[in-house]
């Protein structure tokens, strides 16, 4: 698992996963874009989760709601009221904090003096309309919970569900975090993959222990480890209003022990919120009067001939901070094979001068630089286990432009790609790429010829995404694809041609296993059946 962030921030830059949003612009704080990876890896988590808890279940039904909803959705849903953490300005930077998040010192310039908290709306306000009426807005949704609650009757009929059953989602939500922070952990525009289970109230408290159960495997099964992952049972104080239970699944992201995902009994607060004649209804839970719903958001059993209002538990899963966690506990630095010492020592000798050169280059940002410094200095304690870490350090922002940068470059990179490995072990279904194929030789016609074929013929399959690489030799190529994730990786060579010493290998290709790096030979008739039980 990677050990600090900064290893996953370089790593997704470098390979285009993530890349922070707006960059061209000086960036926008809370904002990251994903790149021609990350977008691969995001895709694949969530086609997980749909599969798992939409297709393969027989009690669950998706929709996709608009993300701007009528105004009166949130004044209902509470949002309007409640949606807010407390936040405190420090008098002498007049930097902003959540208060809950700091302890009585601003983190900045470490002083005491701060306002008193006051509650500060999460929710974005927007203009709905060409005519500049102050009526006339709305909010970007802060979660996509509310759209499936106000088509919970849409449903329910279109379907004829009984219950118990439930609405999955994924969509974007959108919250102003008064300070965005941990790279992609806590954003202000973000994907959630949410369930609402509706149940009969009574089965409500089974049904909640079944979800946590549920979800732990869930993440399990994406490759998360058991021992970095904590079910934490919320206590009565720190429960929101409409919760009766809610129990968080933590993770060990690299700056710590952290929600991933929420799983709550809400009751019957959000039906019952969103319901006209609230009277009638015998809600548990306690709503504001509602004046302006037009139905009874109800189901009918069939069994009692009454009317109920389900009670709903919530697992609520956040996708960027699943892709983190899979990013995380995917990342290792391998030591390939025992690095000889003089073969280190140069290395060693090239870092000591980058450090220096880093120490005396005055454009450089003072945060770039203590970063740097600190970095290298990281490195150097621990040369021979870490060096990988180095090709890191030289995509760090501020690295650019220094000249010593590219030399110890030149040197160090050899050196790492003989000894040393980043590698991305995840699960196959969820790699941004699934297969590579690439050439022995990237000048020899029929060599190319036979891989670039091979790798239409794959991707004509559909099921997964294949890439043609010859931008370098095959040992780089390979470290490459390792850094990335990809599971498998296919070489054509003179055998694959009838060319070599062995006349039995013709129209066989080389197959390299990601983890353990073993190679095998698989005949290209065999190539798709093989792939295809290899990715279950
Ligand atoms: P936190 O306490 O960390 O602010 P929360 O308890 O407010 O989170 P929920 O309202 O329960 O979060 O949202 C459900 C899920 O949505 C969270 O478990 C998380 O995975 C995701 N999520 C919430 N806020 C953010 C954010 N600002 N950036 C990224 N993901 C988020």
Redesign the pocket.
């Known amino acids: 698992a990677a050990q600090t962030m900064e290893q996953l921030v370089s790593l997704c830059k470098r390979r285009g996963f993530i890349f922070p949003g707006s960059a061209v612009y000086g960036g926008l704080q809370g904002t990251y874009d994903y790149g021609p990876l990350g977008v691969e890896l995001k895709n694949n988590l969530k086609l997980a989760w749909w599969r798992a808890n939409v297709w393969e279940r027989e009690d669950m039904e998706g929709i996709d709601a608009a993300i701007l909803m009528n105004k009166l959705t949130w004044r209902y849903s509470g949002h309007e009221e409640t949606f807010v953490d407390p936040m405190v300005d420090c008098k002498n930077c007049k930097m902003r904090w959540r208060a809950d998040q700091i302890s009585g010192k601003c983190p900045n310039c470490a002083s005491t003096e701060l306002t008193e908290p006051r509650p500060f709306n999460l929710m974005f306000k927007t203009q709905i309309g060409p005519v500049p009426d102050p009526e006339s807005f709305s909010y970007l949704r802060p979660?996509t919970a509310q759209g499936i609650f106000v088509n919970f009757k849409h449903v329910l009929d279109s379907t004829s569900r009984k219950l118990p059953f439930g609405i999955a989602q994924i969509g974007k939500a959108f919250?102003n975090?008064i300070t965005p922070r941990n790279f992609i952990?806590?954003?202000r525009e973000?994907e959630?993959m949410e369930i609402e289970f509706f149940v009969r109230p009574g089965e409500d408290e089974a049904w909640h222990k079944k979800w946590v159960e549920d979800r732990i495997n869930w993440w399990l099964s994406v490759g998360l480890s058991r021992e970095n992952l904590e079910p934490y049972h919320q206590k009565p104080n720190e429960l929101a209003h409409y919760a009766k239970a809610t129990v968080d699944l933590l993770y060990r992201f690299p700056h710590g022990l952290?929600?991933?995902?929420?799983i709550a009994n809400r009751t019957d607060y959000d039906l019952g919120s969103h319901s006209k004649d609230q009277g009638s209804l015998g809600l548990k839970a306690r709503v504001s009067p509602n004046s302006h719903s037009t139905d009874k958001l109800t189901y009918f059993d069939p069994e009692t001939k009454q009317h109920v209002v389900p009670f709903v538990i919530e697992p609520?899963?956040?996708v960027?901070?699943g892709v983190l966690a899979l990013l995380s506990e995917a990342y290792a630095e391998e030591q390939v094979k025992p690095a000889p010492v003089d073969r280190l020592k140069p290395v060693e000798e090239a870092l000591g001068t980058f450090l220096k050169s880093v120490g005396r280059n005055e454009k450089l940002p003072a945060q770039a630089k203590e970063a740097l410094l600190a970095e290298g200095e990281r490195i150097a304690q621990s040369l021979g286990e870490r060096l990988p870490s180095i090709a890191g350090l030289l995509s760090m922002p501020g690295a650019e432009g220094i000249e010593v940068a590219k030399k110890l470059r030149g040197q160090v990179d050899p050196v790492i790609d003989e000894f040393y490995r980043t590698v991305l072990h995840f699960k196959p279904h969820l790699a941004p790429i699934k297969v590579a194929v690439l050439p022995l030789k990237k000048n020899h016609p029929e060599i190319v010829s036979t891989a670039k074929s091979i790798r239409r013929k794959l991707q004509s399959t559909g099921a997964m995404r294949i890439v043609y690489d010859d931008t370098g030799a095959i040992g780089k190529l390979y470290r490459r694809q390792d850094e990335i994730g990809t599971p498998f990786c296919i070489t054509v060579d003179f055998d694959t041609l009838g060319e070599g010493k062995d006349a039995a290998l013709k129209n066989t290709v080389t197959v390299r296993h990601r983890d353990s790096m073993a190679q095998e030979r698989v005949a290209i008739s065999e190539l798709e059946a093989y792939l295809r039980e290899k990715m279950q």
């Open positions: 979660e919250r975090e952990f806590r954003v973000f959630q952290e929600e991933l995902e929420g609520s899963a956040g960027d901070r």
